[in-house]
């Protein structure tokens, strides 16, 4: 199946600066690419997904790079609040449309204030 | 906002028994699933169904077994509990295939 491999799995950063994730998938049928905010003691979210016929997409400070040839994608947050302090957790659908996700294993990001 | 509800939120056992966590939707979404969250595995697919009355293995099935007795439930069975089940458990649905999906907010098992 799907493996997802997610880097890094801790980052801090400052007030203000970008915090930038990465995410490698594997298989190249692949063509759906959520993201996941898991605040301590909550559910997971989605806040922002990418689909295999784009390359980028931004919601406000979100912005979703994918690439396809590397099997690459990434998350970028830019002006980062304290706010933003949470789990992060990126997912690559099955290539065969079944709806299954494989996530990985996640990034705790810390925004200093 | 779509609700999922899972029930029990907390729950201990006993190695042996029998375990069953339940999850309820409201949102006549088509696809459910159940997923294990252990610190660092990220999330799991246990276990998904695309309706009433069909269940799939996902990822990582050994152990458990589902039911979706009707479009809103979908429960995890556990039937022999072991310590490495010993877990947080979400449940989660969408409306189909590569949508967005609404999890619960999860059942911390323990099992001693």
């Known amino acids: 199946g799907e493996q997802v491999e997610q880097l890094p799995s801790i980052l801090r950063v400052q007030e203000g600066s970008s915090a930038s994730i990465n995410c490698s998938y594997e298989d190249s049928a692949s063509n759906y690419f959520p993201w996941y905010k898991q605040e301590p003691g909550e559910n997971p979210k989605l806040i922002i997904d990418i689909r295999s016929n784009m390359e980028r997409k931004q919601i406000q400070e979100l912005i979703v790079l994918l690439d396809k040839k590397a099997k690459r994608f990434s998350l970028h947050i830019t002006d980062t609040q304290p706010g933003d302090s949470a789990m992060y957790f990126c997912a690559a659908s099955d290539g065969t449309n079944t709806g299954k996700l494989t996530f990985g294993d996640g990034t705790v990001l810390t925004v200093k204030p | 906002e779509a609700a999922v509800t899972q029930s029990p939120r907390n729950k201990v056992a006993v190695t042996g028994g029998k375990v069953t966590l339940s999850c309820n939707q409201t949102n006549n979404h088509n696809n459910m699933y159940w997923y294990r969250q252990d610190t660092g595995h990220g999330l799991r697919l246990i276990h998904y169904?695309?309706?009433?009355?069909?269940?799939e293995k996902g990822d990582i099935p050994d152990g458990y077994k589902a039911s979706r007795p009707s479009q809103e439930n979908f429960s995890l069975i556990l039937e022999l509990a072991t310590p490495s089940q010993t877990s947080v458990y979400f449940c989660?649905?969408?409306?189909?295939?590569?949508?967005?999906?609404?999890f619960g907010h999860g059942t911390k098992l323990s099992v001693l």
């Open positions: 989660a649905s969408g409306h189909r295939e590569n949508e967005r999906l609404f």
């Open positions: 169904s695309y309706g009433a009355g069909s269940t």
